[in-house]
């Protein structure tokens, strides 16, 4: 355990006496494979894997390949994705999680391979397919890239151009880009070092047009010249990221076996007849999207420790850092003296331990649909939620750390400046945040509308089926309890779904009937009803752990119980439409703007214990997390 003692000082809100145990609180937020993480957390204090922010473009891929490669050595990656099995799952995701403290390229670059290319072979190929690829992905004997975006086609996944024609007479399917829109764009791995893409093209057999569906395409020879028909480009140097290669790709009538099109649920036979196990081309489409999914699991996990890893250092640097004395020639106070500094780092510290725990929920969510081979309503709904929501916090909670260290927060070397930078494409990749959210939105309509269909009552397995039962006003707002929290957020997300649905059936009528552009004029609503929804849903989720957490270790789960609080609270303070929309009394808004910094203060008394129990060693963190002024020493200039 990472033991670490700030300057402790009187002018601090005093620690209680039995404060949470930093090692209970790190096995309850990591309780699986902790020697591995230890391992991995050792292995990352070799000089390879010293932070560098001084290099260029060239020099970061080179850099973020060769520690692949060292990892490779140590056998890090053994027993993960080869398993093909959730606990190989979760040990690639403790490392991913590991890695992702040190270098966002690092797990982009790994996370296309292993986690885009490799969970689309496992959940389209057949079991011939996955036994062939996964092994050499895991031995990296194959190192592949993920091919679906487009220049003409993101977010509009089901608008892309590429054609993959099959001819019966050669048995094989052509691959190719019509025009300049149909040519691959973003795609991580292409430009330099991928040996093979899964490519996501418009299978047309005999001039039908049976939708997406998804080929393995080598780009690369094993001396690295690149496959005849195929031109690569290099997307450039990114705002951040620059340890991966995103390429630009263009199919010139490349031809591929018939063997090669993934065949686990469609298939084409010799003659070029169709088969699927899934008729309904809808169904199929979002079954070939599937890995997108786990791409969002892994983001919304991976924003969290990101955004832990940021205020840490800046926690830490607030005990240090000191600024003005309460009188003359007295000792200046420690920056967290401050309730201003209080406030900025104790709610995303809370925040990040709330949204921690449920990112660790949808994991294991993600590992039984796994296992089942079929993901819930309700696991790709909160999949999408949480990727919006987590990153946007984590960015939110970078700048707060950021300007909470003032000057220092800006230096390169203290981390969190180029840290925000190379994150912040984690808004939009694998779906654009506002996109994820509309999609929760939209589902909430659709379950809206079957329940007015049912006299209003939302069906047992509905994702909405909370809203049956609302409970009246409950629990104390004084003592922001579970019980307030759950019936206040509960009526919020009636309130917002109701309006959503209310709203869309009288633009559906203005607009004529076209859902379209009803939709359109229902955005901000959808979105509302979105986050009202997600916060629900965190809230239950997190309470769940905090129980749990009690039979573990009291002190730890008081703690948790306290994030909660101040997470709930905050929550509810930054959102007019608590009051507009009469879930809380003027009166209940008054005790909780003052519950919100009674809770920063009792936060900040136990914030040493909580940044130690997120446990990330000093290698990893920055030199103003450690002594700023050693650092700064004549010496060191
Ligand atoms: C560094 C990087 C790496 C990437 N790696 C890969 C990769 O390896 N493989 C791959 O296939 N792709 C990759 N991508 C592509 C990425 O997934 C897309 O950029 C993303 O899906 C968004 O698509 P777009 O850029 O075309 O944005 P657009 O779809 O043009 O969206 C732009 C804006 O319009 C809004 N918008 C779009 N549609 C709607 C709508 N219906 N309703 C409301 N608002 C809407 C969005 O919210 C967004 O704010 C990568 C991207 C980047 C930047």
Redesign the pocket.
């Known amino acids: 355990m990472v033991q670490w003692t700030p300057n402790t000082d009187t002018d601090l809100p005093s620690c209680p006496s039995s404060p949470p145990s930093p090692d209970a609180l790190n096995k309850l937020l990591f309780p699986t494979n902790r020697e591995l993480r230890e391992k991995l957390f050792d292995l990352l204090k070799e000089p390879l894997f010293r932070r560098r922010t001084d290099i260029s473009v060239r020099q970061h891929r080179e850099l973020t390949t060769a520690r692949i490669k060292r990892l490779h050595q140590e056998g890090v990656f053994r027993n993960t994705i080869a398993l093909q099995k959730p606990e190989g799952s979760r040990r690639y995701d403790n490392v991913i999680a590991v890695l992702t403290l040190l270098d966002h390229s690092l797990e982009v670059k790994l996370g296309?391979s292993f986690g885009?290319f490799g969970a689309t072979v496992h959940k389209l190929g057949s079991k011939q397919q996955r036994d062939f690829w996964i092994p050499r992905l895991e031995n990296f004997e194959a190192f592949g890239?993920?091919?679906?975006?487009e220049l003409g086609?993101?977010?509009?996944v089901r608008g892309i151009e590429t054609r993959a024609t099959y001819l019966p007479e050669t048995r094989q399917f052509e691959i190719h880009t019509p025009n300049e829109t149909a040519q691959?764009?973003?795609?991580?791995?292409a430009a330099d070092s991928a040996t093979h893409s899964v490519v996501f093209a418009k299978l047309t057999i005999r001039g039908i047009d049976y939708g997406i569906h998804v080929f393995i395409v080598r780009l690369r020879r094993p001396d690295g010249t690149i496959e005849p028909g195929i031109r690569i480009a290099d997307c450039g140097e990114?705002a951040g990221?620059n340890g991966?290669d995103?390429g630009r790709i263009w199919f010139t009538h490349v031809r591929i076996p018939r063997e090669d099109m993934l065949s686990g649920l469609s298939q084409v036979a010799p003659d070029g007849t169709y088969s699927s196990s899934i008729p309904s081309a809808n169904a199929r489409f979002g079954v070939m999207l599937a890995a997108l999914t786990g791409g969002r699991v892994g983001i919304a996990s991976n924003a969290i420790g990101t955004a832990m890893l940021g205020l840490t250092i800046a926690i830490r640097y607030s005990f240090q850092r000191r600024a003005f004395a309460p009188s003359e020639g007295s000792l200046e106070v420690p920056l967290l003296f401050y309730t201003s500094q209080q406030r900025q780092l104790m709610i995303p510290l809370a925040t990040s331990f709330v949204y921690g725990f449920c990112a660790r929920d949808l994991s294991d969510d993600w590992y039984r649909a796994i296992e089942s081979g079929s993901v819930s309503k309700r696991t790709h709904v909160v999949s999408a939620g949480y990727k919006a929501l987590f990153t946007w916090f984590m960015q939110d909670a970078l700048q707060a750390a950021r300007e909470a260290c003032g000057g220092q927060g800006y230096k390169s070397d203290n981390v969190i400046a180029p840290l925000k930078a190379d994150r912040d494409?984690m808004l939009?990749?694998?779906?654009?945040?506002?996109?994820m959210m509309?999609q929760v939105g939209k589902t909430l309509l659709a379950e809206f509308g079957s329940a007015t269909r049912n006299s209003g009552r939302y069906d047992e397995n509905s994702i909405l089926s909370a809203l049956n039962a609302i409970p009246r006003k409950s629990g104390s707002t004084k003592q922001l309890d579970s019980a307030f929290f759950r019936s206040t957020f509960l009526r919020l997300e009636k309130e917002q779904v109701v309006a959503l649905g209310n709203q869309y059936s009288k633009a559906l009528k203005k607009r004529g009937g076209s859902e379209f552009h009803a939709w359109n004029d229902c955005?901000e609503q959808a979105e509302k009803a979105a986050r009202a929804h997600m916060c629900r849903v965190i809230h239950e989720t997190f309470e769940c752990h905090v129980k749990k957490a009690y039979e573990i270790d009291e002190h730890s789960a008081d703690a948790l119980g306290l994030c909660g609080q101040l997470w709930g609270a905050n929550s509810i303070q930054q959102n007019a439409d608590f009051l507009r929309l009469r879930c809380i009394s003027i009166n209940d808004a008054t005790v909780i703007a003052g519950g919100v910094g009674d809770l920063c203060e009792k936060m900040t008394a136990i914030a040493k214990h909580l940044v130690e129990g997120i446990g990330i060693p000093q290698h990893l963190l920055a030199p103003i997390a450690v002594n700023y002024v050693k650092h700064n020493s004549r010496a060191r200039l």
């Open positions: 296309v885009l890239c993920f091919a679906l975006t086609h993101g977010s509009n691959k764009y973003w795609i991580g791995g990114k990221l991966v995103n494409v939009t990749f694998e779906g654009a945040n506002t996109v509309l955005l």
